[in-house]
């Protein structure tokens, strides 16, 4: 029969993403309940601030799937990373149920992190090699949205949830959740090898990796590294002073949690959609990113102007969830302008995450500044620096526009 890869571009574009949708939504749960859930159920348990600020580097796997992608791209088949990480990652979840407060919980987070990032790593790698041209954007808006409903799910369902089905109940959940996906994946497709799946060089893996890493890096357009780099720095350091200056303005734990972590994240999914047409209705990708990043621009500019005029109630949280859609917009169509800027498929896992690294170094250097920022400089000048961040994307696609004739694309045929 087929094998994975061949198959799945056989199968219709509702098919294609469907399964990706399943496999973005299952990793976007770890992250979510490490984001929004583990700080809660900390200081729940008395742990330390200082403890809870630092749980967050149990997301630095996401932060290393540029070394992870070359193995993905030199061992193995696409569907047997897949469904070893998601293996991996359900018997993490299932351990992770065991312990609430003890060490060994931290130890599991960062292995549900880790295995989720590999997953991250292949289906990337999977959708680059399956949808062609014209499924890119709807493929990247599946992987947007999915992703964040995974995030609404393990952080925010489940949580709500936990009530009644307890610690380990909700990890059961969890792990359910994970192993019907694995079971799906595993009959929907024959997965004989696909071309993702590479001899090793007899120089060894580790010169494999690094030559691999130099061979991708290399190559790749300045400006697009710049762009991907660039594009949400001024959001990132926005959204995390926001939530300080709301709390500092009089707001509750309560409201906030329900504005910023469930509806503008709703609105921020519809924006996801819509970017995914953009792309085909503006006639290509660079065209898409320009479009979304002076869209957002703009009401980057009018949020500003509102929360420092002293804005509030519905008109303060109206203009944040229409900055929301445009936000979720600019999102999907950074995603697959990095997927469409793919010049060898052999090697595309190693291509994606390192733009994707890119992507996620920009914004978690943004925000971990952005606390001393405020504090030297005061909430009014770091907002209104964020505009002028904002703005660094418009002129980067502008001259990614004027290459398009020396830009290269993955011929989707």
């Not at 990480?85 to 299932?94: E, G, K, R, S």
């Amino acid at each position: 029969g087929p094998g994975f890869v061949d198959g799945l571009r056989q199968r219709s574009t509702f098919h294609k993403c469907a399964l990706l949708s399943l496999m973005y939504f299952v990793q976007g749960m770890p992250f979510g309940f490490q984001t929004k859930t583990l700080p809660l159920h900390l200081r729940a348990h008395g742990t330390p601030l200082s403890v809870i600020g630092y749980s967050s580097l149990l997301s630095t796997p996401w932060m290393m799937k540029a070394l992870l992608a070359p193995m993905v791209d030199m061992y193995w088949s696409k569907k047997t990373w897949i469904l070893t990480a998601q293996v991996a990652l359900c018997m993490c979840v299932f351990g992770a149920g065991l312990f609430s407060t003890h060490d060994l919980l931290f130890a599991f987070i960062f292995l549900m992190n880790l295995s989720a990032a590999i997953q991250d790593v292949a289906v990337d790698a999977l959708a680059v090699d399956i949808l062609s041209s014209h499924e890119l954007g709807a493929g990247n808006a599946i992987q947007v949205v999915a992703y964040k409903v995974g995030m609404m799910f393990g952080g925010g369902v489940l949580t709500w949830l936990s009530s009644s089905l307890g610690w380990s109940g909700l990890f059961g959940c969890m792990g359910a959740v994970v192993a019907l996906v694995a079971l799906y994946v595993s009959v929907a497709v024959d997965g004989s090898p696909s071309r993702g799946a590479h001899h090793v060089p007899p120089s060894g893996p580790g010169l494999s990796v690094i030559t691999l890493s130099v061979r991708v890096l290399l190559p790749m357009d300045p400006v697009l590294l710049a762009l991907v780099g660039t594009a949400k720095v001024g959001e990132s350091i926005f959204s995390t002073v926001f939530k300080p200056f709301l709390i500092d303005a009089g707001y509750t734990v309560q409201e906030l949690s329900l504005h910023l972590g469930v509806y503008s994240m709703l609105f921020s999914i519809v924006g996801s959609m819509l970017g995914g047409g953009l792309a085909s209705y503006v006639g290509g990708h660079v065209r898409a990113v320009a479009c979304a990043s002076l869209l957002k621009l703009l009401f980057m500019v009018a949020k500003v102007a509102v929360v420092l005029a002293g804005g509030e109630g519905f008109f303060l949280f109206a203009i944040i969830y229409l900055d929301s859609i445009f936000d979720g917009m600019l999102t999907s169509c950074l995603f697959a302008l990095m997927m469409s800027a793919i010049t060898n498929k052999a090697v595309a896992a190693t291509q994606y995450s390192v733009l994707s690294t890119v992507e996620v170094v920009g914004k978690l250097i943004s925000s971990a500044i952005s606390g001393q920022l405020v504090e030297a400089w005061g909430y009014r000048a770091v907002m209104l620096s964020c505009v002028l961040l904002g703005a660094v994307p418009v002129p980067l696609t502008l001259t990614l526009l004027s290459q398009q004739n020396k830009y290269h694309m993955i011929p989707y045929k």
